[in-house]
């Protein structure tokens, strides 16, 4: 690709030879003759300079330099544009390993990759341009959209739908039973778990994250949402779009989030609470209340961050002067 070819794709402006081709995108420590890089800085962009790339991303009111330059808005984003558009997927013919076992009610659309040791049951249906890879099981009634991808070890329970454009990394297993049971006085009965799981356009689901079926509805994950590693959504979870979320989260069962929620790793969130839209949630934080929109919360419980952040400076205080303090109330007792 032409760098002008690329300047029109991601609307930057051209400072240099616009007719260089390019052959590539890295990093700018592993940048080589051809290779596209980005700066975001000003120091970035010395070391870029030293580099072989042949151009650089970099900001509107950065210096000028002795690579040619696209200056652009959000050069982090223009990279991921220009990315995408290198090394977009072309569909290829559609293929099936000879070791996978698919019923034979199993509906495939074009260009669909099967690999080794896939299992497949009846009546699932897979979109166009999907890829299903080695020893993922898809189980009966599952619904996949188009260009979805699969990665090894990804489990579907029974009626799992997934929408378009979905990415499951290895590991995660969508639609098992959820924790739901009853105590009568010396037993415990397990409720059940008839429900099922939809994941919407654009989710991308991080290896060994744990998704539970509905105990009588269903789990969502909204559109666009981002879930990382080692995550687990309890039963009834329902996720709004363009949420994301760190890893080691944990969310209980019928809790509601809303759309644009940022959740920092290792949140737990406790049963039936509403989160609303825009939130941010900082690290390690207890929820155990509805938190309202626009909120930025932190800490266990989680507060307010200014409140949580003078309740320790507060604690700190005490602690450091806390045999002063007993000192003059054992003073005043004696008094």
């Given at each position: ?79 991921l544009i220009a990315y995408n558009a290198f090394h977009e997927s072309v569909s ?84 098992s039973d959820g924790f739901g049971y009853i105590r009568d006085r010396e037993e ?135 045999n002063a303090l007993s000192q003059i109330i054992k003073e005043k007792d004696q008094?």
């Open positions: 690709m032409k760098i002008k070819e690329l300047a029109l794709l991601i609307e930057g402006t051209i400072e240099g030879d616009d007719n260089v081709d390019i052959t590539d995108l890295s990093g700018i420590e592993s940048a080589r003759q051809g290779d596209l890089t980005f700066a975001m800085d000003e120091d970035k962009l010395g070391q870029a300079e030293g580099s072989q790339t042949v151009c650089v991303l970099t900001t509107r009111n950065s210096r000028k330099s002795t690579k040619t330059l696209i200056r652009v808005t959000n050069p982090k984003l223009a990279f290829g013919e559609s293929f099936i390993h000879p070791t996978a076992a698919i019923a034979d009610s199993v509906i495939l659309g074009k260009s669909v990759h099967i690999d080794a040791h896939v299992s497949i049951e009846a009546n699932v249906v897979i979109g166009d341009h999907t890829t299903v890879e080695s020893g993922a099981v898809i189980r009966k009634n599952c619904q996949l959209g188009v260009h979805c991808h699969i990665h090894p070890n990804v489990v579907l329970h029974e009626n799992t739908i997934l929408k378009n454009k979905v990415v499951l990394h290895s590991g995660v297993i969508v639609g415990i009965y397990k409720f059940p778990q008839l429900g099922t799981v939809v994941i919407e356009d654009a989710v991308e689901i991080g290896a060994n994250t744990t998704i539970d079926r509905g105990s009588l509805g269903c789990t969502m994950i909204g559109a666009g949402t981002k879930i990382d590693n080692l995550c687990h959504i309890a039963h009834n979870v329902k996720i709004g779009k363009n949420v994301i979320m760190a890893a080691q989260c944990g969310i209980a069962g019928s809790t509601v989030i809303g759309d644009n929620v940022t959740m920092s790793g290792q949140v737990a969130v406790i049963d039936n609470v509403t989160i609303g839209q825009n939130v941010r949630i900082g690290g390690q934080s207890g929820i155990i209340g509805d938190i309202k929109d626009n909120a930025a919360i932190w800490g266990s419980p989680a507060r307010e961050v200014k409140q949580t952040k003078k309740q320790m400076a507060v604690l700190a205080w005490l602690s450091k002067n806390f008094g």
